[in-house]
T-cell receptor, first 114, second 115 residues
Framework: DVKVTQSSRYLVKRTGEKVFLECVQD?????MFWYRQDPGLGLRLIYF???????EKGDIPEGYSVSREKKERFSLILESASTNQTSMYLC?????????????FGQGTRLTVV | AQTVTQSQPEMSVQEAETVTLSCTYD???????LFWYKQPPSRQMILVIR??????QNATENRFSVNFQKAAKSFSLKISDSQLGDAAMYFC????????????FGKGTKLSVKP
């Protein structure tokens, strides 16, 4: 059974803290993605990576950074958490270069910044 | 830039009835793919159905089918014989054929199923 696993299902952090959201996939996928999901806004892409140590900005990268040191792991970093980063964060992975291929998602991390 | 629009924030259907969720998209590309994802209360996003733009035949997966109108840039999802387990958020998504794989999502439609 294929899996994308996010390290936390719920997280509460304080304003100004550095926050790490971890994502691991076991499907040997090249592509990995971080999305932010807010009610009425759908899913918006923060960053994606198509190879180790490679990263590309998505639509809303401000206030975030990412790290991909190993193929199976893609981390989202909030350098200094703010209340407007309270949201649901979804990680996904897929095969590179196969437009038809399915993207597999983690179960999401609901982050609250207080 | 490509966009995906879901004009129905919420829909409701009676169990065993049929419901259609709407999706339109905007692109200048000729090679692309379209998807419907389901997100139940568990939050786990699940692929429901997908369509390649170059295929004229509409995709079907059991009770789920699409009406793909390429000229109109419309990609609606029909759910037949609705079941209580179909209650979820449904997201329409688009991917360029030449992209690195990034999906562009609509804002979602919340489907309720009444017993």
């Amino acid at each position: 059974d294929v899996k994308v696993t996010q390290s936390s299902r719920y997280l509460v952090k304080r304003t100004g803290e550095k926050v790490f959201l971890e994502c691991v996939q076991d499907m040997d996928h090249e592509n990995m993605f971080w999305y932010r999901q807010d009610p009425g806004l759908g899913l918006r892409l923060i960053y994606f990576s198509y190879d180790v140590k490679m990263k590309e900005k998505g639509d809303i990268p401000e206030g975030y950074s990412v790290s991909r040191e190993k193929k199976e792991r893609f981390s989202l970093i909030l350098e200094s958490a703010s209340t407007n980063q309270t949201s649901m964060y979804l990680c996904a992975s897929s095969l590179l270069g196969q437009g038809y291929t399915e993207a597999f998602f983690g179960q999401g991390t609901r982050l609250t910044v207080v | 830039a490509q966009t995906v629009t879901q004009s129905q924030p919420e829909m409701s259907v009676q169990e065993a009835e049929t419901v259609t969720l709407s999706c339109t998209y905007d692109t200048s590309e000729s090679d692309y793919y379209l998807f419907w994802y389901k997100q139940p209360p568990s939050r786990q996003m699940i692929l429901v159905i997908r369509q390649e733009a170059y295929k004229q035949q509409n995709a079907t997966e059991n009770r789920f089918s699409v009406n793909f109108q390429k000229a109109a840039k419309s990609f609606s999802l029909k759910i037949s014989d609705s079941q209580l387990g179909d209650a979820a958020m449904y997201f329409c998504a688009y991917r360029d054929g030449g992209s690195q794989g990034n999906l562009i999502f609509g804002k979602g439609t919340k489907l309720s199923v009444k017993p």
